[in-house]
């Protein structure tokens, strides 16, 4: 069985039979377990040379990329037929009976008759989201928390499987298509299989995180427009947890030994990093984020789980600029030559365990022109004839809307009448749930 870095990642399987080798290409890999079955090509009988064949072969040739011998052995055969084999394979990675069998022309299915290897191993999840921080100061008993810098973008889930890689966001969505650069994560982790957490983040010129950057990333839809953003607005994946691990969960794991495991899948490319953590000493941390120009830094608790989809004092976000996500209640329509059109966004949040909406302020600064029809376009079909807040403020002629969208703000501080001093507009964020936003800090 060979590992194939061709124009996709995909395993060679290759078997003997009477002075040639029949062959499938298998895009996903061998399973190792009984689900699912993985998709095998067949493809044209090779010389028997090729058992042993590994290294680079030129671009413009049949099969151009770098080749690498993954497992070897011995196979015993209990059925041959033409559109059905049935094999026990005695290799130094894989091991146990399979089922080779045709499905039309030259599609077949790999599928492993034998239990795993290992009987606790299970499938790659589908229902984990991301832990939660909540806002708060530095802790005291700093020797007992690891420090991350916080990265300004966009969350996501990474569930690598088959040298390929889905991309979920927090709100559960398939994000993968809008970021094609960070799938060649999934080609570096090979055969290895994880669900990570991480950010997508894009580089200022001075090479800082920018959200207001990485907007159009966000929300781009259409093919033709990702491959033009993609060199454009360049992305890079921060990594900084692990969920599942070959076969296993981790959730349960002390913060720290997650980490190890992370930091020992070696995970350093051109579009994707594992940033260091630091053990102590958060307020020289906390410093170090300033110098650097970003947002602030992420305590976790050493000795903590990973609680999915929960909000956990066990991490804790400590920013050095102040800025939250806000829900959309409504608008204000401008004056001169924005008269007709959206001025202002009228926002606010929840407090916590408490689902009415409180009023936050209005936000016109930083809203440029596209935004602005985009905001418009968006919150068109939400409008509604009642206030969403639970203290309607005095206004001039608001539009109500439902308080669907999420947007992120910047401001200088809160007033001590609960209202943002200063905000600026600072994106859309249609990957986190409205229902989820709190306000952070008094």
Known sequence: MQEHHARALHWDLRLEHEGVLWSWAV???????????????????????????????????????????WDRGTYEAEKVRDDELILTFHGERVRGKYALFQTRDNQWMLHRMSPPDDPTVTAIPTDLAPVLAVAGELPVDDDRWGFEMKWDGMRVLAAVEGGRIRLTSRRGNDVTGRFPELRGLGEAMSAREAILDAEV????????PSFE??????????????????????VALMLFDVLWLDGHLTIELPYQERRRELEQLHLAGPQWQTPPTTYGNGARVLATAEELGLEGVVAKRIDSPYRPGQRSDAWR??????????????????????????GSLLVGYHEPGDPRLRYAGRVGSGINASTRAELEATLAPLRRDTSPFVETPRLPDPVSVEPKLVVEVGFHEWTTAGLLRAPRFRGIRDDKDPDDVVREGR
Not at 37 to 45: I, K, Q, S
Request: hydrophobic share 35%; no cysteine; glycine share 14%.
């Open 201 to 208: 983040v894009a580089l200022d010129d001075a090479g800082r």
């Open 317 to 342: 976000k400590v920013k050095v600029t102040a800025g939250q996500e806000l829900v959309v209640g409504g608008w204000l329509t401008g004056n001169g030559h924005l008269a007709g059109h959206l």
């Open 213 to 234: 950057r990485l907007q159009p990333r966000m929300h781009v839809g259409s093919p033709a427009k990702v491959r033009q953003l993609v060199n454009q607005v360049p």
């Open 27 to 69: 895009p996903k890999g061998i399973p190792m377990r009984p689900a699912p079955n993985h998709l095998a090509v067949r493809t044209e009988d090779h010389p028997l040379q090729y058992l042993t064949f590994e290294g680079d072969i030129p671009s413009g040739q049949y099969g151009a990329g770098t080749m690498m011998v």
